[in-house]
């Protein structure tokens, strides 16, 4: 499954439409997430979605999907963009490969 999750924008074909961001997790904790497109708003959707994934990740009980940005807001880009880098980085430190 891949959602997008955005309280503006319209999803593209193909993917599920997401406007909040407990919606998100919801989905993600499912596990059928396979690929992940945030936008942010003023209420920090993206940031929301992201610091949930950073907590599951830190159990390492959860792998977390691709997860790409779509927001055009530069300084939103630059916040999520690190998180994701941190997801990154906790993923193969934590649950890496022995």
Known sequence: MRIYVDDERRAPTGWQQV???????EFLK????????LGNDAR?????VLHWIQEAVSTCDFDPPMIVVHTVNP???????????????????????D
Do not use: F, H, P, Y
């Not at 499912?30 to 497109?37: D, E, I, Q, Y």
């Not at 920090?44 to 929301?48: A, F, L, N, S, Y």
């Not at 998180?83 to 980085?89: D, E, G, T, V, Y």
């Open 44 to 48: 920090g959707t993206g940031d929301e």
């Open 19 to 25: 406007r909040r961001s407990q919606e998100a997790i």
């Open 30 to 37: 499912s596990g059928a997430v396979r690929k992940l497109s």
């Open 75 to 97: 300084a939103a880009r630059n916040r999520l963009t690190s998180s994701i880098r941190s997801i990154q980085l906790m993923t193969e430190c934590c649950c890496g490969a």
